[in-house]
């Protein structure tokens, strides 16, 4: 296939820069951490200082332990500033643990760190104020470097700072008082081990095949001498005289060779004094157990890892020994006792120097990495890289405590009907999941007890189905956990005869596809189907790979419209191998070979399944597409011979989106009618996941650094309508990555972190040490319900120069264009401020007809509806308009305002119309109305239903007793509200309704109510549970004097569904309730009905009912009528005085069904 782009220009992509917030972009709402505190980290080092507190350093936080009976988490020192999340330490961990913290002990203790952007901070222990930082970096954080450590010289309060690549390193020598830089040196070759003599100004250099020796004498840091050994030295150990005469400095060798030894060097003189013969070599850390009087230094020989001793009283001979689970990281003295840590292990060593006794075993991964001891407490304290935590072990190396400080949970799956997010890490040593509530805001912790392979949510049972990989093992056992309690539920267990599960996956008719080893290293995959309604595997599909030495990783992609699904095995690791099954209706049909298949996105709309593949060492420099109606498979090959990264899809656009493995920011963009790219979209970062969102149709993606000098992450929103692009600053950076440079591939655990929820927003698992960042996803897309007219109002428009607080009209019919899918037919009605008619603007089959709604603005409501049989969505661009904007509404019945609703987070409407309830007769919504129920001298607002909000993009009609200017009140608190229609009663939706209040049967409450009219129903509404007042929207038709007959549905609970002739409708003038009917015609502004079988008051329905007060008078003379016919009548009205004088000529008045008002002046005879 020819690649190319089509001719699109570049003028299109021009995005002007709009304020996040009134331009309607996205933005962050919240930073959230698990399990729920502010405290996660993932900790790199731990200090002791004075015996009697205890730091950890890690990203962005420095934490304080308190020690003794009950350690935990005192203090949480920010270092955001200094120092962010470093990619390569989760997926590639330096397992030569740093020594990233100093310590100045004594009157004025100080603890020193080094920072990721390779600063030196000082901070008070006794307040833990940051007091003081170097100024610059000691070198460009940008730079790839490998390690930075930082030692404290007592003897001359500096301290000495080595950073190290793999081919060099660079020594930086600070005065610790005041931070300023005296000196520093380049070695030409990679520095393996340094150390500051504690009793004589010297230290050592081991680097190019010789230990070199340096003095600080006058300042200048002299050379001051050197001993060739041909060879260099990972670990160097400090032994103190004990029994013996003078300090001994012991080096082990780093690298292989016959005449590789252990060199002693007396400490006094920096003299060698003895050799020591090793088979072993790799060695990194040691320690020298004073009680024991023995030295101890780990290695790492290939395949051979162990730790070694050495008697320090004679130095005569090196027990070496091997250990076969994993390599060593640290090694540290405790009373009689060693502790060694591992990868996966954690161990000690008695006094006879073996042999090797476990403390507690771990998962792979796990980076046990450093130890420290507090001597006052008799406490050793572990950190454990990859499941954050602190271990702390008493002098008999027992553990009496584990310190929580962080959480892995770099992917997110989402439970929609609970609202819940399951925050986890994938076949690591955390074995937790996170369970957030997005309503409630709050976490649960859920211990599984095993690392997670495989997880997978079940909608109809509201459940998650987890299972660990159980490679030691014959069989698998997944997890029930329901989401409303997250408890386990183990009578829904799953158990199946076959090992090392890499996969699950539920689809909406709860078949369970799971995949499956055939036997423990087999080259056997199976693919089963297990019926979670009627428990049993239904399905059972093997599969053969190459090689047997590997398992297989599996993706799945479902389609719910065709019921299709796809699952996509490839090995772990191995060969270039791979194939895609596909199902229908959970029936195989076949699968195709496709090497290395990962992520999959279907195309309904041309039945195609576009395949990513994994494992960049194949050069995949493309795209695979499987054409099911021809059932071939064909490559598309990437602009640039790029290997693709992610792909997504998105409608209703027929887009596939690909980012590629390349430096620079581009997303290419397929258009799948003709599998053909067309212009490109370019973001500012490294594009490596991507999500696209169905609410507003929009892409996300994730970057997880820019192209900035800082390698910001950030996230980006892509609107294809509008082609803008907003990005999104996280606040999280990366200095230690080469600017620009992509990630590598393996850092495969930020791909696809993105959770979009149901009210629309994203949530991102930042860092893997428990920050969560929620975003509130931009909602500019105006979605049109079909069969009924929608209430509507555009708070987003183009405006003069992008200014918030100009309600700029823009072309109607232009506006509308943009809907998709476009209608045959669509109708609008407006209403312009201060005029009592409708304007209007039809289109159909093409023809547009406009009646005075040329223009559209921001501060209007309208009412529009299409002919299209499902959603209509109306995308909006430029800018919001302010949310303090100011609205003037104008008094009268026929002059009800039609107001746009802009406010970018729904509210209640009485809220939102606080400021107009001095002066409102009434306000109403689509589904909500605010009435006064009062009387006649003070209001009562009665909001139905009382929970009714009204939200962005939505239109209220407003009807006021003066003229007034007012702003939409803004709460802090947002709020939801989900309403429920009617099932049982269908009616025609017109564009406007009368509003019935009512109060259903509170002893025997119904499912739902209708409203008739000569037996046609005129309107609906559901009863919930608990509701004691209901809004009943009933579209009335013409004419006059047909009576209003409700029903009372209560479903399959009765037969004998109520049928209401008469009932109770309140009197707002007289304020009480009276029994009769209510008629067509009356012409009333709403209705409050009771079905409540109370006292009331009978009325005829014919004649008239009359108020006069006060009475006698001699000012104004106010005169209530009650008109109970359904006709208008003439009435004439006189006035006598007390004698029975008529005072003046009979007064003729117009009196309506229902309530008349009138006043007549007598101070001056006239009305």
Known sequence: MAVGYTGIPDSLYVTPNYNPLIGGNEFIENTIWAPGNVNGTVPYDIIGIDNNKLYVYGDRQILQIDQGSSPQVIDQIDISNYSNTSLSRFNRPNLNPETRMAKKEGESSMLYAVTEDLRIIAINTANNDIIIETLYPAANPNDFWESANL?????????????????????????????????????????????????????????????????????????????????????????????????????????????????????????????????????????????????????????????????????????????NSGRFL?????????????????????????????????KAFSHKNRVCIIEEYQQAFVTNLRDPEVIVLDVDCEIEEKISIGAFNTHGLYASASNNIYFYELSTASTKLYSYNTIQEEFTVIELGFAVSAITYSELDDAIYVCGLNSSTSTTSIKKIDCATNYFLPLDEININYPEC??????????????????????????????????????????????????????????????????????????????????????????????????????????????????????KQYISVIDLDEETVSK????????????????????????????????????????????????DGVAHSLQFNSTNNKLYVFTPWDFADNNQM??????????????IELGIYHPNHPSGAFPPYEYYTFKNSMVITNNNNLYLPTSQHSNIIKIKCEDDVIDLWPNRFNWVSYPRLQ?????????????????????????????????????????????????????????????????????????????????????DFEITLYPGREKENWVGYFVPYPQSPLEALSDVLPDMVMARGYDWTITDIGGSIEPVWQLTPEDAVIKYGEMAIIETSVQKTFKLFRSKQEIEKQTNNPEKF???????????????????????????????????????????????????????????????????????????????VFNKEKNRKERRAIKTGENKRFYLVSFNKREGQEIAQEGFAIHVYPNPTTGILNIELENLSVSKYAVHISVFDQFGRRLFETVEKNAFPGTNFFQIDLSDETD
Request: charged share 20%; glycine share 6%; proline share 5%.
């Open 799 to 883: 405006r003069p120069s992008n200014d918030p607080d100009v309600d700029a009209p823009v072309n109607t019919e232009n506006f509308l264009s943009n809907m998709y899918p476009f209608p045959n037919r669509l109708d609008q009605y407006g209403k312009n401020p201060n005029e009592t008619g409708l304007v209007d603007v039809h289109y159909f089959e093409g023809d547009w007809e406009n009646n005075d709604l040329d223009e559209t603005f921001s501060t209007r409501g309208y009412k529009i509806q299409t002919t299209n049989s499902g959603i209509t969505y109306i995308p909006m661009t430029g800018t919001r308009l302010a949310p």
């Open 636 to 683: 598309i090959y990437l602009p640039g011979n790029d290997d693709a990264v992610d792909i997504e899809f998105g409608l209703p656009f027929n887009n596939l989106y690909v980012t590629k493995h390349n430096n620079y920011s581009t997303i290419e963009v397929l258009n799948c009618s003709n599998d053909e790219f067309v212009h490109p979209k370019n973001v």
């Open 502 to 619: 890499s996969g699950l996956y539920c689809t909406p008719d709860n078949k369970l596809y799971i995949s499956v080893r055939h036997a423990l290293e087999s080259s056997i995959q199976h693919i089963l189907i297990y019926d979670l309604d009627n428990p049993g595997i239904v399905g059972d599909q093997p599969q053969g790979f190459y090689s047997s030495a590997y398992r297989a990783y599996t993706n799945f992609e479902f389609d719910p419209i065709s019921n299709k699904m796809f699952v996509a095995l490839r090995e772990f690791a191995g060969e270039d191998s791979g194939k895609v099954f596909c199902y229908t209706n959970n029936s195989y049909e076949r699968f195709y070979d496709v090497g290395s298949p990962a992520k999959m996105r279907y195309n309904p709309l041309e039945n195609k399944l576009y395949v990513l593949h994994a494992n960049f060492e194949y050069n």
């Open 714 to 727: 950030k996230i980006s929103s892509i609107n294809f309508n509008t082609n803008e692009v907003n990005e």
């Open 986 to 1064: 269908q009616y025609e939706k017109k564009t406007d309704y009368t509003t019935f209040l009512i109060e259903p049967d509170t002893a025997n409450p119904p499912l739902e109510i209708g409203a008739f009219v000569n037996d046609s129903c005129v309107g609906a509404c559901v009863v919930e549970t608990g509701d004691s007042l209901v809004l009943l929207r009933g579209y009335m038709p013409a004419g006059e004097g047909d009576s209003v007959v409700f029903e009372s549905y209560y479903g399959a609970r009765s037969t004998n569904n109520q049928r209401l002739d008469d009932y109770y």
């Open 330 to 362: 640290d090694c540290v003295a405790l009373g009689n006792k060693t502790i060694i840590t591992g990868e996966k292990n954690l161990y000690y060593v008695g006094v006879t120097g073996s042999p090797l006794n476990p403390i507690e075993y771990g």
């Open 151 to 323: 030692k404290y010289d007592s003897r001359k309060d500096k301290l000495y700072l080595m950073i190290s690549t793999s081919a060099s390193s660079h020594l930086y020598i600070y005065d610790a008082q005041s931070l300023v830089l005296e000196h520093d040196k380049t070695f030409e070759s990679h520095v393996h081990a340094w150390f500051i003599n504690p009793n004589r100004d010297v230290f050592y250099i081991s680097s190019d095949n010789k230990l070199t020796f340096y003095s600080s004498i006058g300042m200048g840091y002299e050379w001051i001498g050197e001993t060739i050994y041909g060879y260099n030295f990972g670990a160097m150990v400090y032994a103190f005289p004990n029994g013996f005469s003078f300090p001994k400095i012991y080096c082990f060798p780093v690298e292989s060779g016959e005449n590789s030894h252990i060199k002693v060097l007396n400490a006094e003189t920096d003299e060698t004094y003895k050799s020591i013969d090793t088979d072993r070599h790799g060695y990194t850390r040691g320690t020298y157990n004073h009680v024991q009087n023995r030295v101890y230094a780990i290695y790492k020989s290939v395949n051979t890892p162990g730790y070694a001793t050495i008697n320090a009283m004679d130095d005569d001979y090196c027990g070496e020994h091997d250990h």
